[in-house]
Every structure is written in C-alpha cells, then in structure tokens.
C-alpha cells in the first residue's frame, strides 16, 4: 500500500501537479528519506533538522510544525514490518527567473513498503566518469537535483551495483545514494564533508559510535588506493544500513568483518525504533 499525503490532505489515485512548480522544472528543492521499522520511524527528528538546514540554506520556506503535523498523520497508516517514508519540498511556483523566491506548498509525504531482503546487502563498486563537484551545493544538500547521480548510475548498470563517484580532484566522494567508509586496523575513514558528500545521517553515527568498537573516526581525503588496500570498504545510508563493498571495478577488496559495526547500528536503531532491523532480514 502506498500512502500519499500533500498539501495537509491525504490524496487518493493520480497527484495534481502545477506545471510552473520548480520542483518539477528546475529540480529545485529538497527532500529526505526514511527507514520506518514495525510502524516507528528511525532518526527521524535528524532527518527533518537535516532537511530544515538544506531547505533554510537554500532560500525555501520550511514549516517544522506543517512537517511534523503530515508525518504523525502519514505514520498512522504504517502497516508493513519494514518501509520507506520520503519527505519532498519544493519551492514551488515563482516568477520567471532562476533566483525567485517561491510560495513554497506543503510538504509532499509517502510511505511505501521496502523489501526487507535489500538490508545490509554486499555491493559491487565500479568507479563513474561522472564526478562530484565538492564546491557545489548539490553535492551536499539533499535536493532533487539527482542527475549526477542517475547518470553514474546508468553508466555502470549491468557491471556492478553501484557507481563509485570520485570528486574534481580525483579522491573518494561517494557512491550514488550512499556514504563509503574504508576500514584499515583501527582507523575507520570516510571522506571529509569538504569533499563533495552529503552529511548522512548514518555516516554521523557510525563515527560518533566508532571509539566504543575500539575504532578511531576519521574524517579526511581519501585517495582511490586507499579502498583497495583497506581491509574492508563499506557503502552506508538510512534504507540499507551498512553495505559491504566485494568489488572495486572488478577486483576484489578486502574482506575484514564487518560484524560489530552492524551489530553496533543495529543496537543504536532498536534503542530508536524498537527493533533491531537485521531481525527483518
């Protein structure tokens, strides 16, 4: 069952779409993904704080209460183990011109079931052509711009799972919808935010969480040879968790245990939601 609600109303069959709404034209607005485990969504004032941030930054009028007032309605026809709720804002309708303020609408809120076999699964890397713009603020805002991403997406269709994104100046950034992590002894790495990668919420608290697994967080550029000598490179965000990389390109990478991480974030979401999501694989 897929659950529609938008501009303060739930909305049965087809949504009516302004055709001067900037969302629609210009990819110009924000949005926010989230896991919801047995009907109780995970992280979710992280991710609405998140959104406000990107929303304020960006010139788009944002209503934490409107927000929150569509999600408690939404939340309450929550029925599967496992789903996926999205929440969009756009700036709506504007004058000609690319610097238009907007009268932003109300936020535009789904909840969809998600397939609980896609949690924690491994994935293979290929490295795109397609690089993240560190100075853009695409690269770490989560707007609807996603061209980038759907472009190194389709490059590597049928060759791995996922693309590798590297930044303009060739280091690590990210993969298309997922921060990446290398692991080597003690030293969990992930690159810097001055890379060209957005500041997920799961990145955050796996490097709050690293010094109790005895792991030492690192936030820094990270050269592409530091994957393929890494003891073990994971993908990781708010849907799929932690996703062990097997492939760089081809070649296999290092196979080091991953298992206290997820066991770790899988404890931090049952404190969250109630439910450890490895229980739904």
């Avoid at 009268?103 to 535009?108: E, F, H, M, R, V």
């Avoid at 992930?190 to 799961?202: H, Y």
């Avoid at 990145?203 to 073990?232: N, Q, S, T, Y």
Wanted: hydrophobic content about 45%; overall charge negative.
């Amino acid at each position: 069952m897929s659950v529609v609600w938008f501009n303060g109303e739930f909305v049965a069959g087809t949504l009516m779409l302004d055709p001067h709404d900037r969302g629609f034209l210009l990819g110009d607005g924000v949005f926010e993904t989230v896991a919801v485990i047995n009907r109780r969504p995970l992280w979710l004032d992280e991710h609405v704080q998140r959104m406000a941030h990107a929303a304020v930054e960006l010139g788009i009028a944002f209503s934490a209460e409107r927000t929150f007032s569509g999600l408690t309605e939404v939340l309450k026809k929550s029925e599967a183990p496992c789903e996926v709720l999205r929440i969009t804002l756009s700036r709506g309708k504007a004058a000609r011109g690319l610097a238009g303020d907007g009268a932003s609408p109300g936020p535009l809120i789904t909840l969809d079931e998600f397939a609980t076999q896609n949690l924690f699964q491994p994935c293979r890397l290929q490295v795109s052509q397609v690089r993240r713009n560190e100075f853009a603020p695409s690269s770490r805002l989560k707007t609807l711009s996603y061209i980038d991403g759907i472009a190194a997406a389709r490059e590597v269709a049928g060759e791995a799972d996922d693309a590798l994104m590297l930044n303009t100046s060739g280091h690590v950034a990210s993969a298309t919808v997922a921060n990446i992590f290398a692991m080597q002894g003690d030293e969990l790495a992930t690159p810097s935010l001055d890379q060209g990668v957005l500041s997920g919420i799961t990145r955050r608290i796996l490097l709050e969480h690293a010094k109790e697994l005895g792991l030492k967080p690192v936030e820094r550029v990270v050269p592409l040879e530091d994957l393929v000598r890494a003891d073990a490179v994971f993908l990781c965000n708010s849907l799929r968790f932690i996703r062990p990389v097997t492939t760089l390109n081809g070649e296999p990478l290092g196979k080091g245990s991953l298992d206290r991480l997820i066991e770790e974030l899988g404890g931090l979401a049952k404190k969250q939601c109630g439910t450890d999501p490895r229980t739904l694989m």
